[in-house]
């Protein structure tokens, strides 16, 4: 076998935005033996990126291909929207520093990949995916001095901002299948509302811990 260029390796995290979800979710995956990983001496993942292509390209049927590519054009009307400064009119927002607001356009793109995910894959959406988002945006608003309520508002409104492009694309492409529609609501909002549950359950522990 031809010897691996160190370039041919990656790291959970790269593997993770090769894949398009959340690390948490690379690391479930591996742990249960989904996904082919190896071990450095000193116990690191690292992923061959020619078996996480063959790994991903075997997950993907023509469908799902066409859902992805259909999901994946919505990206771009979420970034204009947002460079037009719908965010500057959230309360919660302007209550934040430059370097939080970089964190939460992050935590934007974080639940985009997800919602992806949880669109194009076959079976339930993935639960620990949701909630490793979920404590993200909980401990990030925790950290910034948002309440628990201002946290649901910065979540709900990267998800709605996430809908809209989705239903618009949707309305583009003429998607006439009552199925389709059906299904990728019943996909959002089941992985989205475990993201909400998530961040509650966050919040109440920290209330807890700080009485």
């Known amino acids: 076998m031809a010897a691996q260029t160190p370039s041919n390796w990656l790291s959970l995290s790269d593997a993770a935005e090769l894949l398009g979800v959340h690390p948490s ?5 591996s742990d249960q033996g ?8 000193g116990g690191h993942r690292r992923y061959l990126r020619s078996e996480i292509d063959l790994w991903f390209q075997s997950q993907r049927g023509e469908d799902s291909n066409e859902l992805t ?6 990206l771009g ?15 919660w927002y302007n209550k ?13 793109r974080n639940l985009l990949q997800g919602l992806i995910h949880a669109i194009t894959t076959a079976g339930e959406p993935d639960t620990v995916e949701a909630e490793a ?20 508002h910065a979540f709900l409104f990267f998800r709605n ?10 309305e583009a ?39």
Do not use: C
């Open 77 to 91: 009307a979420t970034r204009f929207q947002i460079s037009e400064g719908r965010l500057n009119d959230q309360d």
């Open 69 to 74: 590519l259909v999901i994946q054009k919505a």
């Open 34 to 41: 989904i996904l082919p990983v190896h071990r450095t001496s």
């Open 173 to 211: 492409a003429a998607v006439h299948s009552p199925r389709a529609w059906s299904a990728m609501f019943r996909r959002i909002t089941g992985f989205t509302d475990q993201i909400m549950v998530r961040i509650l359950e966050t919040y109440e522990q920290y209330n807890r811990q700080n009485r």
């Open 133 to 152: 988002l979920g404590y993200e945006y909980a401990s990030r608003g925790h950290r910034y001095g948002l309440s628990s309520v201002e946290a649901v």
């Open 25 to 29: 979710t690379v690391r479930s995956w």
């Open 96 to 108: 934040l520093d430059e370097d939080a607001r970089q964190q939460y356009r992050v935590s934007g």
């Open 161 to 170: 901002l996430l809908l809209e492009s989705t239903l618009a694309v949707f």
